[in-house]
């Protein structure tokens, strides 16, 4: 059983920065790929990056890449997402989650944590 913790969301003026945490319990958190979801009001949960268990791949959506990097710390059981110039498309319900094989789907997670809410003021 792993539980995850988002924290660091919050309200950001439009081309400010933001760093989500997402701290897991368990003793095997290199054993899961981590992956950054987000759901905007009214729309479908979308991927936005994903790492593996060693860190050493990650992937972006095209709509993130170039302004997001996603990291963990496996000493510290917790996963990162660095947000820079951030849009007002990117106010969302971001929420991390792990799955022992890379997936970009929300179908291949094992475990959600309850997401921290990013809102990005124009």
């Known amino acids: 059983q792993v539980q995850l913790v988002e924290s660091g969301g919050g309200l950001v003026e439009a081309g400010g920065s933001l760093r989500l945490s997402c701290a897991a319990s368990g003793r095997t958190f290199s054993s899961y790929a981590m992956t950054w979801f987000r759901q905007a009001p009214g729309k479908e949960r979308r991927f936005v990056a994903a790492?593996?268990?060693?860190?050493?791949?990650?992937y972006y959506a095209d709509s993130v890449k170039g302004r997001f990097t996603v990291s963990r710390d496996n000493a510290k059981n917790t996963v990162y997402l660095q947000m820079n110039s951030l849009k007002p498309e990117d106010t969302a319900v971001y929420y991390c989650?792990?799955?022992?094989?890379?997936?970009?789907?929300?179908?291949?997670?094992?475990?959600w944590g309850e997401g921290t809410l990013v809102t990005v003021s124009s």
């Open positions: 989650a792990a799955s022992t094989q890379l997936h970009t789907s929300t179908r291949g997670m094992d475990y």
């Open positions: 790492i593996a268990g060693s860190g050493n791949s990650t």
